[in-house]
């Protein structure tokens, strides 16, 4: 079965204190892994898509990279405007559909 | 540029009522989704479409239909409404299959 687990559930980090999200997939044929970034009571905001194993996407203090089973967003220096949910995607080779992972929730404290 | 655009934003109906969600995108894409969201179970596709005049079911299609009858308009109704389908919905779009997909802001549901 198609599975794509995120952890931790929840971060708690301090101002500055950078730290990585995990993105687990057990999938057959992935054909684009994706991060979003959702706030309270908004829409999920797209960050970045990873395509192949090496590939590596950055964006102010985020940086996401994919392995063969697994992505990560590290978050450099993070600031508390950098707390929110983020969720990662999985698009496979067969099908037209995006499976979401539950998220990882963070919170930079001042 | 809006984006996706759903309407409305907020609703509270009573069970068995009807409605219809509405999604509008303006950057042309063919495929189209609706998503539920509810705590703990993260996004769960309802239906989907890859065109205009197609619709697809998704993970949890039960009590809910959806038409496309334009490219730009992707609607979802609820026939006879239940509580256990209070959640926020979300649309998305995407160019096409395997590339990101674009949400709207959410339209939260409540059945009482």
């Known amino acids: 079965e198609d599975q794509v687990t995120q952890s931790p559930e929840a971060l708690r980090l301090q101002e500055g204190e950078s730290s990585s999200l995990n993105c687990s997939y057990t999938v057959s044929g992935l054909r684009g892994l994706f991060w979003y970034r959702q706030d309270p009571g908004k829409g999920p905001e797209f960050l970045f898509t990873?395509?192949?194993a090496g590939e590596e996407k950055e964006k102010e203090r985020l940086k996401a990279t994919l392995t063969k089973k697994e992505s990560f967003l590290h978050i450099t220096a993070p600031k508390p405007e950098d707390s929110a949910t983020y969720l990662c995607?999985?698009?496979?080779?067969?099908?037209?559909?995006?499976?979401f992972g539950t998220g990882t929730s963070l919170t930079v404290i001042p | 540029n809006a984006g996706v655009t759903q309407t409305p934003k907020f609703r509270v109906l009573k069970t068995g009522q009807s409605m219809t969600l509405l999604c509008a995108q303006d950057?042309?894409?063919?495929?189209m989704y609706w998503y539920r969201q509810d705590p703990g179970m993260g996004l769960r596709l309802i239906h989907y479409s890859v065109g205009e005049g197609t619709t697809a079911k998704g993970e949890v299609p039960d009590g809910y239909n959806v038409s496309r009858l334009k490219k730009q308009n992707f609607l979802l109704g609820l026939e006879s409404a239940a509580p256990s389908q209070t959640s926020v919905y979300f649309c998305?779009?995407?160019?096409?299959?395997?590339?990101?997909?674009?949400f709207g802001q959410g339209t939260r549901l409540t059945v009482v």
């Open positions: 950057m042309n894409h063919e495929y």
């Open positions: 990873l395509y192949s």
């Open positions: 998305a779009s995407s160019d096409r299959g395997g590339t990101e997909a674009f």
């Open positions: 995607a999985v698009a496979l080779n067969t099908g037209n559909q995006f499976y």
